[in-house]
């Protein structure tokens, strides 16, 4: 069992950064790959970054490639999420998850623990 609590949403006017923190309980986030996702209202949610359990590897969707960047420090048990150059389409409610499995993904349904999430608001 994994416990995610985000931290670092608000509001920010087009063209600043935002860092989201998302903390794990347990002592096995280290053997976790980490994601970040998004859900605006109306809309399904949608991936926004992937990172392996090592730290290896990171993905990203085209819509934030160059602008956004997660990272983890499995010592701290925390995933990160650097944005830049935010824009009023990156207004939604973020999420991170933990994904149990062996492979990468950018689907929800791969990641078994989500936080509550934390809100995020880009004013034009």
């Known amino acids: 069992q994994v416990q995610l609590v985000e931290s670092g949403g608000g509001l920010v006017q087009a063209g600043g950064s935002l860092r989201l923190s998302c903390v794990a309980s347990g002592r096995t986030f280290s053997r976790y790959n980490m994601g970040w996702f998004r859900q605006a209202p109306g809309k399904e949610r949608e991936f926004v970054a992937a990172?392996?359990?090592?730290?290896?590897?990171?993905y990203y969707p085209d819509s934030v490639k160059g602008r956004f960047t997660i990272s983890r420090d499995n010592a701290k048990n925390t995933v990160y999420l650097q944005m830049n150059s935010l824009k009023p389409e990156d207004t939604a409610v973020y999420y991170c998850?933990?994904?149990?499995?062996?492979?990468?993904?950018?689907?929800?349904?791969?990641?078994?623990?989500w936080g509550q999430g934390t809100q995020v608001t880009v004013s034009s």
């Open positions: 998850a933990a994904n149990p499995r062996t492979y990468y993904s950018s689907s929800p349904v791969s990641y078994d623990y």
């Open positions: 990172i392996t359990w090592s730290g290896g590897n990171t």
